[in-house]
């Protein structure tokens, strides 16, 4: 494999294969993600989907195969968990988001994300007086404010409604368009361009 | 890192509990053995180093439970793992920042119980240095002890097993030096011994801490 | 009586009424206060034993009495709010609080101050002392969860069972003073007999007693009017109040 | 009732640590006292009663933290309060469920640290009849304060502070019990006390608790 | 107001007014639901759809206004917390769920429930060892066992599959054929005979 055709794709699977108490979650699979592509990891419930995710981010380990990204990957990944802390406000929830990733953010920048996900008059609630779905809303800001290349979503319109979901529908638009790179998982009918699928059993 | 203090120390003033809370289990473990032991002098002061120590290590025991444990319930820990951040560092800041609410603030206090349990002022001065001493450490070790059980969600009686064997040096030390003030004794050795272990766990415990974080999240 | 009980309940009469009583029990509070210390620190005379150190009796014994009673009125707050729903007793426990256990930590300092000349000791563990020292720890307990989510119904609630449930450890600190003795007569120090005063101490006394309890309502009333605007700061009658 | 008895024992016995763990942290806590204090059989022997008992309270504490926590933060506890089944009962069955795995334990465990700590057998009889009678009031109160916090997210040590200073009477009791027991005086009317508080606590304690839970979820 | 004017509706609200940190939520929503109806509450995130149903449930007190129901209700409750025990398997947890709800159910009613929503392999797994669409599926499978003619779902279809929806979906059907009643939210568009719509805002 030469230098070159690894620029071609940022994410090469091969023969990944995974089981969980004694059950087998997929076998050999292998597939590669080109820049500005998303790819839908779909499949009933318990499919394995979070499971594929969470090896492709590197958080889980019990697998055999090779997971190759063809750059130094911090990939921003958002789970069942949202990963918002009930104590913080919004805006404290995004500036340390920035913080861990590296990035220094402005506080216009803070809030021009927080505006994106229709949470304007949110910015200094705390996280833990939110509802479900405002609280999946500051999760999902950190897609318009961080700058990772490599997005991870695991079934990221739950609890969303459906503007919410439209909103976040353009931002991946512009994100692939951009060369970015998207995995996610959804059980909603997502309209994207330039998606590939891949369906676990 | 200086960040992660910052968010550290701000989550705990967001629950004042968190910093009075271990003050006051504190004061009221200690507060309760004169209820169990009586209120004679002669015995209280020939205690007092022991139900201090223990009483600290409980406390520290007792917040460091929830050390990582809400991180990682609501994911931000798997975040802070996939950051650009060295997950060293944010160790490293979560430490100081929970020894700043804990067992900071249990040094300071010490003085005050050394004088309801009547010991004098060379045994006083030196109770506080050997906290200020050990408390880093305790924190330290404990911090390995939340990172390991942390998806076992069997929380701090757990954690208890697991480190306070690694701490009774620690208190075998720090008691021994207290009582060596007490009658007058030069405890320089003691001192020295105690800033060791320090100076060692602050290299080697984070390291441990974060390994531990890796697996528990890759669960 | 009763439509007396009902109107003071309710924020606004509440916040008319006590708006006409303060300045009263602010001019009553300065008046005792002074009074009594004027009277305690320069003409009371000195304990032929204890010399000039007896006049902290002055601040201790009025602090420690009237910091019992606040947390029995606390409690009963907490009672009223738990059975009537009445938003002003959530209040009323609330503000109570912090003064009771400010009142405490003021006995507690002055009794050790006392204690190191008389005793020579700081602190001994006696059982008035540890009592008042328990006393604290249940104000500590009720103001931090009332602190833990402010101005929600629920745990104002929850604070009032917690406060009325406290109310069981009062008599029973007090009878622990009997079992304390019987256990343990290492003690040697008895607080439990009063000593016999003269008039000439008594009397300043019982003004400086009268003048901590009105400072305690002063203040409680205060801060309940303050807590009123916080929470009604939006409400109409609040507006028109404060634009007049 | 027995239905919520069984589900919360089969619970605790799916991770065996729930029941190992206070047994652990009870020895844990008690084995520290020799070394803060020194082994000198007379001092130990003179402290026993009050380590045992405040190992025994500390134990009680921590444990009852968890009591309702896994309920409340997966719904369970709000299918409870809507269902038929009266949500007094389920209390009292899982505080019942709660003391076999805790204070029963600790209970049976006691006469063990009697003779460690060099109790004579009259004073290790009364030690063990004493938590008998206590343990179940601890376990009452406990979780008045462990429904009261639940929303707050505060953990074991802010249940202490509400909680401890109602242990107080139990524990003076307790210890006086056990003291006049060593001594070899009569202890009927200690008895009668602690059976006493037990009982009006088992009428009371629940009522409290139910009130508690109910408040927790409404918010 | 006689008894027979209550016996035509299962659920009668009148005035209900709430506020939530200083923001109205509602003011002065009046409606009924009859028997064999379903009322869905419509909103934005935030809008106060989890408060309006915990309202309803009885689980959250701080609201003024009138809400009657129309016989001793022990509505059965899925809110977005599953209220599904990671430590008990599915079977244990159901059986749980009839206990409290104080029904007497046999072994082959629970298996038929949890088959109905395609748990049949997982009987005897832990929850703690699901995917959080098999948990979702746990709590959801208490619609096929137990009794309550009243069902109040704040988003039941979160995290479930498409395939998981529609055998809900049927369930629910059924259950207003025989007159039950129903309050859910849902942000998907579900085809439902017989629905009215509350929208908040
Ligand atoms: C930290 C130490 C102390 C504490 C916590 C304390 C606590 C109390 C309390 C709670 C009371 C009120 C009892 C009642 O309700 O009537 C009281 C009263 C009193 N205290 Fe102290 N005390 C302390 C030290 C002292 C000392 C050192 C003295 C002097 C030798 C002293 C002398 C008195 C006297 C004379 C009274 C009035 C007794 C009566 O009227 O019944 N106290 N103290
Ligand atoms: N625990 C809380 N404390 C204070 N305010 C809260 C709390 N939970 C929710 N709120 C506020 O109440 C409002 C309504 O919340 P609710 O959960 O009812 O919304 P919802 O319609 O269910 O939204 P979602 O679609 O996101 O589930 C929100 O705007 C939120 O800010
Ligand atoms: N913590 C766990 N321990 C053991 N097995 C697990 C665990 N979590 C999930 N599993 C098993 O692994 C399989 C895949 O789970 P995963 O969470 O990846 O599914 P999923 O496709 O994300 O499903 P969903 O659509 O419900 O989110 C499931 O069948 C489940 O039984
Ligand atoms: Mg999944
Ligand atoms: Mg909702």
């Known amino acids: 494999m030469t230098v070159h055709a690894l620029d071609l794709y940022m994410l090469q699977v091969k023969n990944l294969s995974c089981e969980r108490a004694n059950r087998v979650l ?22 394995g989907k979070t499971t594929l995710l969470r090896i492709l981010a590197g958080l889980y380990q019990e697998f055999e195969g090779d997971v190759k990204w063809s750059l130094e990957n911090y990939p921003l990944y958002i789970g069942h968990r949202f990963g918002v802390k009930a104590l913080m406000s919004a805006r404290e929830n995004l500036s340390w988001a920035a913080t861990i990733n590296g990035q220094e953010v402005k506080l216009t920048e803070i809030d021009y994300a927080l505006c994106q996900v229709s949470l304007e008059g949110y910015a200094d609630v705390l996280c833990g007086a939110m509802s479900e779905g405002q609280r999946g809303r500051v999760g999902l800001a950190r897609l318009f404010l961080l700058d990772n290349p490599v997005w991870i979503l695991d079934e990221p319109f739950n609890a969303i409604d459906s503007a ?29 361009k330039n998606v590939q699928e891949l369906e676990l059993h | 890192m200086l960040e992660t203090i910052r968010r550290d120390l701000l989550l705990h003033f967001r629950k004042p509990a968190d910093i009075l809370n271990p003050l006051a289990f504190f004061v009221l473990i200690i507060s309760l053995f004169p209820f169990g032991v009586g209120p004679s002098a002669s015995i209280l002061s020939e205690i007092s180093a022991g139900v201090i120590w223990v009483a ?46 804990g067992g900071l603030m249990i040094t300071l206090m010490s003085p005050l119980f050394g004088m309801m349990f009547y010991v004098n002022n060379d045994g006083i001065f030196a109770t506080a240095l050997a906290l200020m001493l050990a408390t880093p450490t305790m924190t330290l070790l404990g911090s390995i002890g939340a990172a390991l059980t942390l998806g076992l969600n069997k929380g701090g009686v757990l954690i208890s097993i697991l480190v306070l064997p690694l701490y009774l040096p620690v208190l075998i030390l720090g008691v021994a030096m207290i009582d060596s003030a007490i009658v007058g004794d030069d405890y320089v050795g003691h001192v020295f011994w105690l800033a060791a272990i320090l100076v060692v766990s602050t290299g080697f415990a984070p390291l441990a801490t974060e390994l531990g974080i890796r697996i528990s999240l890759s669960e | 009586m009763w439509s007396l009980f009902h109107k003071l309940g309710s924020p606004r009469p509440f916040y008319e009424i006590s708006d006409r009583l303060l300045p009263i029990l602010g001019c009553l509070t300065v008046i005792f206060l002074s ?25 201790h014994v009025p602090s420690a009495i009237v910091a019992q009673s606040s947390y029995m009125i606390m409690a009963i707050a907490g009672a009223v709010f738990l059975i009537w729903r009445i938003k002003i007793a959530d209040i009323a426990l609330q503000c109570a609080a912090p003064i009771g256990a400010s009142l405490t930590l003021l006995a507690l300092a002055t009794g050790a101050i006392w204690g190191k000349p008389t005793w020579g000791a700081w602190w001994v563990w006696d059982a008035r002392l540890t009592s008042t020292l328990i006393l604290f720890f249940l104000f500590i307990g009720v103001i931090v969860l009332r602190s833990a989510k402010e101005g929600s119904e629920a745990v104002g609630r929850a604070t009032a069972t917690l406060a ?24 040697s120090f008895s607080l439990t007999e009063k000593p016999s005063m003269p008039v000439e101490m008594w009397l300043p006394l019982v003004v400086m007693v009268a003048g901590f309890y009105l400072f305690f309502f002063y203040v409680w009333i205060f801060s309940v009017r303050t807590e009123i605007l916080k929470r009604e700061y939006r409400s109409q009658w609040v507006r028109f109040i404060h634009d007049v």
């Open chain 2, 56 to 101: 600290a290590l409980l406390t520290t025991l007792f917040s460091i439970d929830m050390m990582f444990k809400s991180d990682y319930e609501d994911g931000t820990l798997e975040q802070i793992v996939l950051g650009k951040e060295s997950l060293l560092l944010v160790v490293y800041g979560k430490v100081f920042a929970q020894w700043l609410v």
């Open chain 3, 164 to 187: 009325v449930v406290g109310l069981v450890n009062l008599p029973v600190i007090k009878f622990s003073v009997d079992w304390w003795f019987t256990l343990h007569q290492s003690s």
């Open chain 1, 164 to 192: 919410g979901i439209q909103c976040v529908v353009e931002r991946i638009e512009k994100h692939l368009s951009s060369d970015g790179i998207l995995v996610f998982s959804s059980h909603l009918d997502i309209p994207l």
């Open chain 1, 26 to 47: 997929f076998r050999n699979l292998s597939f590669q993600v080109n820049r500005g592509v998303a790819l839908r990891i779909a499949g009933l419930n318990g499919a």
């Open chain 3, 35 to 59: 009074v009594g210390t004027i009277w305690a620190l320069g003409f009371a005379p000195p304990d032929y034993q204890q010399g000039e150190s007896v006049r902290i009796m002055y601040v």
